[in-house]
């Protein structure tokens, strides 16, 4: 199994472009979540999907819009990048409901905006 | 805002000494959870505590949980060079009426750094 995959691993913008980042489990986890981790800070959460067909914002959604396409894969959209959001971003994925939720991470992609 | 907060920031020791990390949050939690983050990579999942117990053990590693203090600590005994990497703790919050999702809040996390 590869676990969770994300791609590309590393990306270059400039200010206003956009980008798609991609992420995909094949664990049959219902729920997914995108991170983002500046640095010497942890993750702070952007947008999860509890299950397929559903999305919520987490604490930091401004500037991201994200899609569950379906139960495997859930995207990341930038459309118009800035300078603020450069960062590592993470995919992770966990079973839903009874819990206790332990998150499984991809290697992350590491987004310049110039 | 973060739930946790984690001390020290950073922690040098030598190989073969115990390191111990600490973990305070503000909110009522349903589980606390421990990853390791080895430098450039993403976050590897250590151990689960949840919020009706006060001690876990897995391998060499042993975490407490205080939920009067609302902290946890994170020991790692007879560590080794491996053992270099972020410590971040994240939390679980307690029943929203079913509406968290699992969804984890990260402390800032601790830097450990084993010297062979």
């Known amino acids: 199994n590869a676990g969770v995959t994300q791609t590309p691993k590393f990306q270059v913008l400039k200010t206003g472009q956009s980008m798609t980042l991609q992420c995909a489990q094949d664990?049959?986890?219902?729920?997914m979540y995108w991170y983002r981790q500046d640095p010497g800070m942890g993750l702070r959460l952007i947008y999860y999907?509890?299950?397929?067909?559903?999305?919520d914002k987490g604490e930091v959604p401004n500037g991201y819009n994200v899609s569950r396409l379906n139960k495997r894969e859930f995207s990341l959209r930038l459309e118009s990048a800035a300078p603020s959001q450069t960062s590592v971003y993470f995919c992770?994925?966990?079973?839903?409901?009874?819990?206790?939720?332990?998150?499984?991470f991809g290697p992350g992609t590491r987004l310049t905006v110039t | 805002s973060q739930q946790g907060e984690e001390d020290p920031q950073a922690l040098s020791i030598q190989e073969g000494e115990n390191a111990t990390m600490n973990c305070s949050y503000k909110t009522s939690i349903n589980n606390l959870q421990w990853y390791r983050q080895n430098s450039g990579r993403g976050l590897v999942h250590l151990i689960l505590?949840?919020?009706?117990?006060r001690e876990k053990h897995s391998g060499r590693l042993r975490v407490t949980l205080d939920t009067s203090k609302k902290s946890s600590s994170l020991l790692i005994t007879a560590s080794r060079a491996a053992d270099t990497a972020s410590y971040f703790c994240a939390t679980v919050r307690g029943s929203t009426g079913g509406t968290s999702y699992g969804k984890l809040t990260f402390g800032q996390g601790t830097i450990l750094t084993v010297h062979p």
């Open positions: 999907s509890a299950s397929e067909g559903t999305t």
């Open positions: 992770a994925s966990s079973e839903a409901r009874p819990g206790p939720y332990e998150q499984y």
């Open positions: 664990m049959n986890h219902n729920s």
């Open positions: 505590i949840r919020s009706n117990e």
